[in-house]
């Protein structure tokens, strides 16, 4: 069964919600990113080839210019490949564990997994991020000194940042999704 | 840390007792689980307290400061403005030099510019994390002791868990959010 929500992130740019529901114990949540806007491919290249030729008429050498246009390509390639993520994914397994992929625009894929023994629960915190307040979903780890203890806190979403509505609906599901975990697994 | 004195449920020695024994020792009282611990501050003889209500002895203070302070004030101006022949004939030969009149207040308004960079960079750098562990707990949430539920009476403070409250701000809460 799939469904598609769509909502805002922090900045107010657009997010698109999608999720899978497989079965009572298996759900994936996968959040996309509109992709690089050729306006902001313009705007910048424009920016770099004109501060280019500013400098070339400063100085008449026209390796200036040849240096542009290469830093533009490279610049604009490891962009892709390293810093835009197109799309989030957040799959839980009930008996299995938590599974994190980003894929980024040039088609590389980056994925953590998280056992679910590992896992003490899933929520949604409040912090201060760069002279703002937001709201982001993270994972709780349990430590294996102290049971009630927390060891490490993995946030989900972090390049897409959805805001609190999104964030609750996934919530929601997960704590369904643990609820069902901790109910199965106590039954004998 | 101390525990702070906790007025409501543990009595304390008499009020005249302690008063008196803070004039004539200085000390402090400290409560830790149950018993009173006595320790000794700085013994100066004087009341512990600092008020900041005016005294004879801070109305000196002040004046000698203001005194100083404008005298200091003429000094740098007379070593700034009066040429070096004027100071020389007068006898006065020992100065640093001029280039120094000059170069301090610039100095010193450069320090409080770069103060401000400075002080907006060293708070974005203490900030914690979003994945840092002190942002859910610290060590006081950790230790803190778990007080007996009594009847009547109104709960303990206490930090209450991360995950506690989340379910009951997002889900026990359903028709806030789909409204």
């Known amino acids: ?188 | 840390m101390e525990a702070p004195l906790s007025l409501l449920s543990h009595p304390l020695p008499s009020a005249a007792g302690c008063a008196r024994a803070r004039e004539v020792w200085g000390l402090e009282c400290a409560r830790a689980s149950g018993r009173v611990f006595w320790r000794l501050s700085k013994a100066t003889g004087k009341m512990v307290e600092n008020s900041p209500s005016p005294l004879p002895e801070r109305a000196i203070y002040g004046f000698v400061l203001f005194l100083s302070s404008q005298f200091g004030f003429m000094l740098y101006l007379v070593w700034a403005f009066i040429p070096e022949s004027w100071l020389n004939s007068l006898g006065l030969t020992y100065w640093p030099q001029k280039y120094w009149a000059v170069a301090l207040p610039v100095y010193l308004l450069i320090t409080v510019v770069i103060g401000y960079v400075l002080l907006f960079g060293i708070n974005m750098m203490s900030t914690s994390p979003l994945n840092s562990i002190h942002t859910i707990t610290d060590n006081y949430a950790k230790n803190q002791q778990q007080k007996k539920y009594q009847e009547e009476a109104i709960p303990a403070l206490r930090d209450i868990s991360i995950s506690e409250v989340n379910q009951m701000f997002f889900l026990a809460a359903n028709e806030l959010y789909t409204n």
């Not at chain 1, 679910?116 to 993270?138: F, H, P, R, S």
């Not at chain 1, 709780?140 to 897409?160: N, R, T």
């Not at chain 1, 919530?171 to 369904?176: G, H, K, L, W």
């Open chain 1, 1 to 188: 069964m799939e469904d598609k929500m769509s909502f805002l992130d922090i900045c107010g740019g657009r997010l698109a919600l999608q999720r899978r529901y497989y079965s009572p114990s298996c759900r994936e949540f996968c959040l996309s990113s509109p992709r690089l806007s050729l306006r902001l491919l313009t705007a910048v290249t424009c920016t770099v080839w004109l501060a280019a030729y500013g400098l070339f008429t400063l100085c008449e050498n026209s390796m200036i210019l040849s240096a542009a246009i290469f830093v533009t390509l490279l610049g604009l390639l490891g962009y892709l490949h390293f810093v835009k993520i197109d799309q989030e994914t957040l799959l839980i397994i009930d008996s299995l564990g938590i599974q994190m992929t980003s894929s980024y625009a040039s088609g590389k894929e980056s994925t953590t997994f998280i056992e679910m023994g590992k896992v003490k629960d899933v929520i949604i915190n409040e912090a201060i991020y760069m002279q703002k307040v937001i709201y982001y979903l993270c994972i709780l780890l349990k430590d294996p000194v102290e049971p009630h203890g927390i060891s490490q806190v993995v946030p989900v979403f972090q390049s897409a940042k959805p805001r609190l509505d999104c964030l609750i609906e996934v919530y929601r599901s997960c704590q369904e999704i643990l609820a069902y975990q901790k109910a199965t697994s106590t039954s004998p």
